[in-house]
């Protein structure tokens, strides 16, 4: 296919809009009143779209329209396109002014409410003008759709049973370990010396099962030897499990490096003899993707913030 004569100089991207707000509202009526055009501009922008390429992008029927093969392949490139636009921009934005920026970061409920939320605060003081969005997930559904489909540019997870594909980059920044927690009132809190066997029966609340930290949380039971702890309540809300151990009936298992970058939460760190089970935490990002500033300024900042977790590290 020549370039020149038939893309370069056919192919604009306001029909590429158009053509993926057709596909995405299953018309090209309810298209017309979204954009703003008339339906005759739609009809014609679709037809210019296929001339150029040769090919049927859309299927008709009275029920509306949907993308062909080609009209799918097209339209994931296009969504490709208009994200990378958009990057642009912002970078353009943020070349020309440090202060402004806008990024998405995905991470888990207990790194966003401890590291994440830490050097956000940090970041924010010296560019009060970026817009940080952040996205929590477990880290499979980071690295599949999140990541993948270009809803963040960068995530910190657990890797720990990550299997990294060749389009997935990992930065391993520290290594995690969970601990056993409790609120502030609870009667554990005054013990020491505490074995995992004399909390058994106590309320858990845990992280769902079969999920990354849910086999974690029951790795760690099995490696000391006793039967994972029946969960009460299961969630990976970080102010769900601070209510209810704020009440001082419940016990759970969460990231120690929550307690450190987030000292102010009600939580203290039972003496339980338990297995320090390492859990490599990393920044996941996209391997044929270069970082925008805003996100590069961001990962500094995480590895100046996480110095001294690193194993050597004489702070």
């Given at each position: ?199 058994l029966n106590e309320t858990w609340i845990l992280p769902p099962p ?106």
């Amino acid at each position: 296919m020549d370039w020149t004569d038939r893309i370069g100089r056919r192919i604009k991207l306001r029909d590429l809009h158009i053509l993926l707000a057709v596909t995405q509202l299953g018309s090209m009526g309810r298209a017309s009143s979204e954009l703003g055009v008339s339906q005759p501009v739609i009809s014609k922008a679709i037809a210019d779209l296929e001339h150029a390429l040769r090919i049927k992008l859309l299927d008709r029927s009275p029920q509306g329209v949907e993308p062909t093969m080609y009209g799918r392949a097209l339209i994931r490139c296009g969504m490709a396109v208009f994200d990378d636009l958009r990057r642009g921009v912002k970078e353009v934005e943020f070349l020309s002014d440090p202060t402004a920026g806008e990024l998405r970061i995905g991470c888990t409920e207990p790194l966003a409410a401890g590291l994440i939320s830490t050097v956000i605060g940090s970041l924010s003081q010296k560019y009060p003008r970026a817009e940080f969005h952040v996205v929590p997930g477990d880290t499979l559904s980071l690295q599949n759709r999140e990541l993948r489909q270009h809803n963040i540019e960068l995530a910190i997870v657990p890797t720990t049973g990550l299997v990294p594909e060749r389009d997935i980059s990992i930065e391993i920044i520290f290594d995690d370990f969970h601990v056993i927690m409790a609120g502030n009132e609870s009667k554990w809190v005054r013990r020491r010396k505490i074995k995992l066997t004399d909390l058994l029966n106590e309320t858990w609340i845990l992280p769902p099962p079969n999920t990354t930290s849910g086999d974690y949380v029951a790795e760690t039971f099995r490696h000391a030897g006793d039967m994972p702890a029946l969960a009460h309540v299961v969630s990976f809300s970080i102010p769900l499990h601070q209510h209810m151990l704020a009440t001082g009936r419940f016990v759970t298992s969460l990231p120690r490096s929550l307690l450190q970058f987030a000292r102010h939460l009600p939580l203290t760190k039972l003496s339980v003899d338990m297995p320090a089970l390492a859990r490599p935490v990393g920044i996941m990002t996209l391997t044929n993707r270069a970082l925008s500033p805003l996100a590069q300024l961001f990962v500094d900042q995480v590895r100046v913030e996480t110095k001294a977790l690193r194993p050597g590290s004489s702070t």
